[in-house]
Antibody, heavy 120, light 104 residues
Framework: EVQLVESGGGLVQPGGSLRLSCAAS????????MSWVRQAPGKGLEWVSV???????YYADSVKGRFTISRDNSKNTLYLQMNSLRAEDTAVYYC??????????????WGQGTLVTVSS | DIQMTQSPSSLSASVGDRVTITCQAS??????LNWYQQKPGKAPKLLIY???NLETGVPSRFSGSGSGTDFTFTISSLQPEDIATYYC??????FGQGTKLEIK
C-alpha cells in the first residue's frame, strides 16, 4: 500500500527556516517524480517544487532561491528545506507522487499534509 | 505560463442533480487536464486524469471531457458524500481556483 507521511511543520518566525520530511512506503521515491504542493488557509492549491527521478529539480517562482527539494534514497524520504520564510508561506504543505504519462503530469498519491505557520 | 480558469467558484445543488464544472486553459494543453476532489481537512484525491480517464476506484458517476482549451467535469447524480471542493490541474502543475460544491 502506498503511503506518504509528512512531518516537520510548526510555528516559525519570519526569516526563519524549517525542514519538512515526507516518508514514503509502498514504492521507491527515487524511481518517481515527487512534488510538494501547498495550500494557504482558505485558499486553493499551489504547486511548490518537484524532483525528477533523475534528480533534476524545479521550483515555483514564489519559492525559487529560498526552498530546496531533496531526497534520501536510503530512507525513502523526500524533503523540503525552507529558508527565509515569509508570512505568505503559511500553508499546509503536502507531498505528492507524480504520475507521468508522456507530457502529462498529475498527482496520484498525497500525504496528509503538515501545517507551516510563519508569524512573529 | 499556462493559466487555468475554473467556474463556477461555488455551486449549490440537490442530491440527484447533474453537476457540471468547467475549466479553461489559456493555451492549448491537448488532453493534459486532471480533476481532484478535496474534502474539508483532507488531502486532495485524484478523480480524473488526462481529461476523461477515471482513476481506479472512483465511482462512475464522475466523468470528464474536453481537449485543447475547454474542459468539463460532471457528476451525473450528486450524492451527499460528493460535498467537497473540486480542482482542475493542467499537466504542468497549474491548478484552477477551485469550485466549492454544497448541498442545496
Amino acid at each position: 500500500e502506498v503511503q506518504l507521511v509528512e512531518s516537520g511543520g510548526g510555528l516559525v518566525q519570519p526569516g526563519g527556516s524549517l525542514r519538512l520530511s515526507c516518508a514514503a512506503s509502498g514504492f521507491t521515491v527515487s524511481s518517481n517524480y515527487m512534488s510538494w504542493v501547498r495550500q494557504a488557509p482558505g485558499k486553493g492549491l499551489e504547486w511548490v517544487s518537484v524532483i525528477y527521478s533523475g534528480g533534476s529539480t524545479y521550483y515555483a517562482d514564489s519559492v525559487k532561491g529560498r526552498f530546496t527539494i531533496s531526497r534520501d534514497n536510503s530512507k525513502n524520504t523526500l524533503y523540503l528545506q525552507m529558508n527565509s520564510l515569509r508570512a505568505e508561506d503559511t500553508a499546509v504543505y503536502y507531498c505528492a507522487r507524480d504520475r507521468v504519462r508522456g507530457a502529462s503530469y498529475y498527482f496520484d498519491y498525497w500525504g496528509q499534509g503538515t501545517l507551516v505557520t510563519v508569524s512573529s | 505560463d499556462i493559466q487555468m480558469t475554473q467556474s463556477p467558484s461555488s455551486l449549490s445543488a440537490s442530491v440527484g442533480d447533474r453537476v457540471t464544472i468547467t475549466c479553461q486553459a489559456s493555451q492549448d494543453i491537448s488532453n493534459y487536464l486532471n480533476w481532484y476532489q478535496q474534502k474539508p481537512g483532507k488531502a486532495p484525491k485524484l478523480l480524473i486524469y488526462d481529461a476523461s480517464n477515471l482513476e481506479t476506484g472512483v465511482p462512475s458517476r464522475f466523468s470528464g471531457s474536453g481537449s485543447g482549451t475547454d474542459f468539463t467535469f460532471t457528476i451525473s447524480s450528486l450524492q451527499p458524500e460528493d460535498i467537497a471542493t473540486y480542482y482542475c490541474q493542467s499537466g504542468v502543475y497549474t491548478f484552477g481556483q477551485g469550485t466549492k460544491l454544497e448541498i442545496k
